[in-house]
């Protein structure tokens, strides 16, 4: 079945710089890829997300990038600010076979202020 | 309000007393899955719904049953609860194929003793 992995799983960095979040995937058939932010003791959100037909998308300060070749799909924040902080998980899913809403182990991401 | 309702919240419970989580959204969505979430293994998905009277497994089903008699509720039912099923669950929906993005309910946070 799939497997997706996330890492790394714990980043800390510094006001205004930047923070990269990469996943992999095994499933040539999934086709979204979604990124979801979890605020403490708060639900998953989604953030934003790419499809199988795009390479790049941006929305302000945060971007995800998809290599399908390579089968993996990164999230980058950049001027990062302390509510950024939060655990962000990557997710894959497929409407061509199982369905199944994968996500992976998560990212605590921490920014100093 | 569009939203995923779960319910209870917070649950301590002892091992075999059997218990239902509910889980009802009002979006008119196909698509609904219960994870559960754990430290360091992110959230895994348990049973997910396509759309009414259709279930199936996802990576961590042993323990848990559910179903889905209609399309706004997807109860997850644990037969005989045990230690290891102390967990944060969520419950999310979505449409089934076209947008991707699932919404999540507050999570219900159990222990089981």
């Known amino acids: 079945g799939e497997n997706v992995e996330q890492h790394p799983s714990t980043l800390s960095v510094q006001e205004g710089d930047s923070a990269v979040i990469k996943c992999t995937y095994s499933?040539?058939?999934?086709?979204?890829f979604p990124w979801y932010k979890q605020e403490l003791g708060k639900r998953p959100q989604l953030i934003i997300d790419i499809r199988s037909n795009v390479g790049e998308k941006k929305d302000q300060r945060i971007a995800v990038t998809l290599n399908k070749t390579a089968k993996h799909f990164s999230l980058h924040i950049t001027e990062t600010q302390p509510e950024d902080s939060a655990v962000y998980f990557c997710a894959v899913y497929s409407t061509s076979g199982t369905y199944k809403y994968i996500f992976g182990t998560g990212t605590r991401l921490k920014v100093l202020a | 309000e569009a939203q995923v309702t779960q319910n209870p919240r917070y649950l301590i419970t002892v091992t075999g007393k059997k218990l239902t989580v509910t889980c009802s959204q009002n979006?008119?969505?196909?698509?609904m899955s219960w994870y559960r979430q754990d430290p360091g293994l992110g959230l895994r998905q348990i049973y997910y719904?396509?759309?009414?009277?259709?279930?199936d497994k996802g990576d961590v089903p042993e323990g848990y049953k559910v179903s889905r008699k209609e399309k706004r509720n997807f109860p997850l039912i644990l037969e005989s609860p045990s230690p290891n099923q102390t967990s944060l669950y969520f419950c999310?929906?979505?449409?089934?194929?076209?947008?991707?993005?699932?919404?999540f309910g507050e999570g219900s946070r159990l222990t089981v003793l």
């Open positions: 719904s396509m759309n009414v009277e259709v279930t």
């Open positions: 499933d040539s058939a999934s086709n979204y």
């Open positions: 979006m008119n969505h196909e698509y």
């Open positions: 999310a929906s979505g449409y089934r194929l076209y947008t991707g993005e699932l919404f």
